[in-house]
């Protein structure tokens, strides 16, 4: 059985969202079945970070579906996109 990465964007409302407490946020809901590998800010402009988020799940068990409404869910978070995903 293989694992398989997932990258998400997450852009926050404003430059004013806390960007700790997103991270602890994200933390919170990771399914079971995942990972939690990495967090990294990512500066787009005007002082705007994105947080990218992987996750790794096993390939046969899923796990990855739902994700980005989860995440979609938390106060203060405007968008998730899927910007990678992989075998590993």
Do not use: C
């Amino acid at each position: 059985m293989g694992q398989v990465a997932v990258i998400y964007r997450i852009m926050p409302e404003d430059t004013d969202v806390n960007l700790e407490g997103l991270k602890k946020s994200i933390e919170d809901i990771i399914p079971e079945s995942g990972k939690l590998n990495e967090i990294k800010e990512v500066p787009i402009a005007f002082g705007l970070k994105a947080l990218d988020v992987t996750l790794i799940f096993d390939d046969k068990k899923g796990g990855g579906e739902g994700m980005e409404d989860s995440f979609k869910g938390i106060e203060g978070i405007q968008s998730v996109e899927i910007t990678h995903t992989g075998l590993l």
